[in-house]
């Protein structure tokens, strides 16, 4: 019956593709690959691909997704070689028969292809990733931070990351070295720096200017070269060095004085000549 | 649990990285085998103050075809480690790695954008190789 069922289904079907999926149940430490046919259709996502085989052939398979759509940072595998989103990589683009998908390396395997991120989200938190002030709490402050799209431009890609942690699954250093602060968190710690808005530069140094933290980076790129959010992580480490050192070397700190502007309370003069809003179409 | 950690071989053979990785690997093991050399070369030329006939029986020693063949490679590690390092002094000074601005797909990174520095540099350490390799066993001595 499934058969009939499946043809109508995949009538655009392409070829058929083999998963090959690294398994490991979650106990002991051995690990085994075991292979399934996939049949794909046209624009079909890796992610759908295990949907696939999770729905029609072996309801055991583990991964990790949420939003299918390179938002939520939770399908980073090691596809074909390569640590990649699993929603955000097209089977037919691999351009080869057989697909194999291993967890992200550098974190613990928890299950088949589900890594262990705590060590990620501990870095990225011990570099504090939020707006920092030596005068008042961001939220006493009445008013708005001024912020020029200069300013904004300085960091503003590096706001992309969706703390996939592919970064430290391709990274050099992380494979030697666990504890290394690594892209993700080192990255950060240069965003929230630069932002204007931000007065914790003395506070994120601490955090990061020791033998584990920004200068274990020795500019190998391969973050940059897997991050698949554009966020180049290798970038925002290099300037963050560059940051570090001028501060050592010669006391020339990265400190924001922004202007605040106060929040304008009275309701803005409208314009008269906006036309009046069209009348309701439905109730 | 298993704990995935590439180890080593994430320097060696880590996925489908272009070559700027693999420069890492490289820039490290020429550092190390420059110090290697260092302590070696220190060693050797020791000998001077043992006199005259310690120096002419350790020069008799090293001058075997398959320590020079190791001397050829010191050269080429060095030209490689000097070249690659003035590289990553650039990069780590932000420079020749571009600005942050807005990000459209397909994304451009810092890689990127010293890539062709970078193979610029590895085709003078080929071109001085050559050259080298040429004064090493070519020209007379
Ligand atoms: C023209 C001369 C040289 C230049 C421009 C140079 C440049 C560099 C740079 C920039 C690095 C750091 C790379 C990084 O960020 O990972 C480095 C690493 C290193 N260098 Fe040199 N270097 C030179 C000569 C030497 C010499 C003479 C030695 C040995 C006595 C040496 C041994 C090392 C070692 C052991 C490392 C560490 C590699 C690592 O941890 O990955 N270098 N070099
Ligand atoms: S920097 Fe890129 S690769 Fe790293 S966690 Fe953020 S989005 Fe993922
Ligand atoms: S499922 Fe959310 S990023 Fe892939």
């Keep these: 019956m499934a058969e009939k069922n499946l043809e109508s289904k995949f009538e655009t079907h392409l070829k058929d593709v083999t998963f090959k999926v690294l398994r490991y149940s979650g106990e002991g430490d051995s690990t085994k690959f075991e292979e399934y046919k996939v049949p794909v259709i046209g624009g079909m996502t890796v992610l759908e691909g295990l949907i696939y085989i999770k729905e029609n052939l072996d309801n055991t398979l583990s991964w990790r997704a949420s939003c299918r759509m390179g938002i939520c940072g939770s399908c980073g595998m090691f596809i074909n070689n390569f640590p990649m989103l699993a929603c955000q990589t097209q089977i037919m683009d691999l351009n080869s028969d057989v697909i194999e998908i291993k967890p992200m390396p550098n974190y613990p395997i928890i299950k088949d292809l589900v890594p262990d991120l705590t060590k990620l989200i501990e870095k990225h938190k011990s570099i504090k990733p939020y707006i920092l002030r030596n005068d008042n709490a961001p939220e006493e402050i ?40 690594g892209p993700q968190a080192l990255a950060q710690a240069y965003r929230y720096s630069v932002d204007t808005r931000d007065q914790g530069f003395d506070e994120r140094k601490e955090v990061v200017d020791n033998p584990l933290g920004v200068f274990r980076c020795h500019f190998a790129g391969s973050c940059s070269e897997a991050c698949p959010k554009g966020v180049d992580p290798a970038l925002a480490i290099q300037l963050l060095k560059k940051a570090i050192v001028k501060d050592s070397l010669f006391g020339k700190k990265l400190v924001h004085d922004t202007k605040i502007l106060p929040i304008k309370q009275e309701n803005p003069k409208k314009k008269d000549n906006i036309p009046p809003a069209p009348p309701k179409s439905v109730e | 649990m298993v704990k995935n950690l590439l180890g080593i071989k994430g320097w060696i053979a880590a996925g489908r990285f272009s070559l700027q990785r693999y420069a890492y690997t490289l820039q490290r093991i020429t550092g190390l085998g420059i110090i290697t050399y260092l302590l070696m070369h220190l060693y050797v030329t020791g000998f001077k103050i043992k006199g005259k006939a310690a120096w002419n029986g350790i020069m008799e020693t090293v001058h075997h075809p398959i320590l020079h063949f190791f001397e050829f490679l010191l050269f080429v590690g060095v030209i490689f480690h000097a070249l690659n390092g003035f590289r990553l002094i650039l990069a780590e000074f932000g420079i020749g790695i571009g600005k942050p601005g807005r990000q459209v797909y397909p994304y451009t990174t810092s890689v990127d954008r010293q890539k062709g520095f970078f193979f610029f540099l590895m085709f003078l350490v080929l071109i001085i190789v050559l050259v080298g390799a040429a004064d090493f066993y070519l020209l007379p001595k």
């Design chain 1, 142 to 181: 009445e008013g708005e931070f001024y912020q020029g799209v200069e300013e904004l431009e300085r960091y503003e890609q590096f706001t992309f990351c969706i703390k996939c942690g592919i970064c430290l699954a391709a990274c050099p250093t992380v494979a030697t070295a666990e504890e290394f602060t």
